[in-house]
Every structure is written in C-alpha cells, then in structure tokens.
T-cell receptor, first 117, second 110 residues
Framework: NAGVTQTPKFRVLKTGQSMTLLCAQD?????MYWYRQDPGMGLRLIHY???????AKGEVPDGYNVSRLKKQNFLLGLESAAPSQTSVYFC????????????????FGEGSRLTVL | AQSVTQLGSHVSVSEGALVLLRCNYS??????LFWYVQYPNQGLQLLLK??????LVKGINGFEAEFKKSETSFHLTKPSAHMSDAAEYFC????????FGAGTRLTVKP
C-alpha cells in the first residue's frame, strides 16, 4: 500500500519557469492538501480540496494553482516560479471532516524539495 | 482563525530524562488538537490527537499529552527520552482546516 506519493522528489527551476507537482493517494480519501515547509515557520497550507472537482485557498495561496480532476490526484502548479517559492512541499490526505471539523489524521507524502534560482 | 504556538524551537534533553514540549492554542470554538513527528527527510506522522473524549491522550512511542482548557495548552510529554526520539515535533489545531505550529526540534544526548 503506497499511501501518499509525491513526484518529483527534487527539482531545480530558474526564475519564471513553470512546473507541476503531482500527488497521488490510494486510500480513497476525500480531502487532500498542499503545504509548504520553511525553516522556523512550520507547515503552511497552500490549497486544499474537499472532493473531486473542488479546491479552496489556504493560508498562502498566491503564486500557486491546483487541480483535482480525479479523486486520487491533487496537482500543485507554479506558473512563474520565484526564489521565494524555494521550499519543501508536502501533500497530505485525510478521510474528511465530521460536522465541519477535520477530526482525522492527515497522511503525508515524503515531500518534494524545490529550489528556484 | 485558529492557531498554535510552540514554545521553544529547540529542546535538548539527556537520554532517560523527561521530555516536555509545549504547545498553546487559540481557537474560538472547541478545537481538535494533534501532535505530529517528523524524522529527517520524511513526511509527518501522527503521534496522538485530542478530540474531546478524554483530556489525557496517549500516543505512540510512550508519548502523551494533556488538554487543559483553562490554560489553552496541549503539552507533549514522555517520561524517559530515548535516542530514537530525536526528531522535529509539530503541534496542530483543527477547526476546519488544519494549522501547524512552527515546530520544536528535539535533541537527545547520550
């Protein structure tokens, strides 16, 4: 059972280039999330999705776009990469919420390290 | 909006000593609270979670946390540290989406 798989694991971009990070989960989870992790700042939510075809903004959505065309996949796109987007990106998934609260455990991928020069 | 504050970005203890990692939360409604652990070059794994059933929550690897509403705290403890506990620990609060603290790096000295 693979869980949450992120590709690629490492990428170096030049300023202005575009790229897409792919997240795939095989647990039939409804909810999926993209976080970025920066030293001293913990994890910050970029975008999330509560089901196929839906997306929503998190804490730091600017400069990123997402799509959830299939339930098992959640794509994070950078249209024009900037050095400030150098970070480690984590995808996570969960079963969903109960009464509007996320009571469930988040399952994380191993991360994608992105460097923008 | 909900948030968590972790006191101390780095904690160092000797093997066998008590581990205490501090977390305070802010939420306008009763929250769900979590502790996650991250080992080097890995994603986060759930240690334990509080969902209002009991104020003292036991997790994996001998960790536990106590929810104190009056102090808005959810501190993580372990009676006796082991070398394998060295990692980064994150407190998280959920009222809708999940928000994480900045993390505390635990070092265990032999």
């Amino acid at each position: 059972n693979a869980g949450v798989t992120q590709t690629p694991k490492f990428r170096v971009l030049k300023t202005g280039q575009s790229m897409t990070l792919l997240c795939a989960q095989d647990m039939n989870h409804e909810y999926m999330y993209w976080y970025r992790q920066d030293p001293g700042m913990g994890l910050r939510l970029i975008h999330y999705s509560v089901g196929e075809g839906t997306t929503a903004k998190g804490e730091v959505p600017d400069g990123y776009n997402v799509s959830r065309l299939k339930k098992q996949n959640f794509l994070l796109g950078l249209e024009s990469a900037a050095p400030s987007q150098t970070s480690v990106y984590f995808c996570a998934s969960s079963f969903g919420t109960s009464g509007g609260l996320n009571t469930g455990e988040l399952f994380f991928g191993e991360g994608s390290r992105l460097t923008v020069l | 909006a909900q948030s968590v504050t972790q006191l101390g970005s780095h904690v160092s203890v000797s093997e066998g000593a008590l581990v205490l990692l501090r977390c305070n939360y802010s939420s306008s409604v009763p929250p769900y609270l979590f502790w996650y652990v991250q080992y080097p070059n890995q994603g986060l794994q759930l240690l334990l979670k509080y969902t209002s059933a009991a104020t003292l929550v036991k997790g994996i690897n001998g960790f536990e946390a106590e929810f104190k509403k009056s102090e808005t705290s959810f501190h993580l403890t372990k009676p006796s540290a082991h070398m394998s506990d060295a990692a980064e620990y994150f407190c998280a609060v959920s009222v809708g989406d999940m928000r994480f603290g900045a993390g505390t790096r635990l070092t265990v000295k032999p």
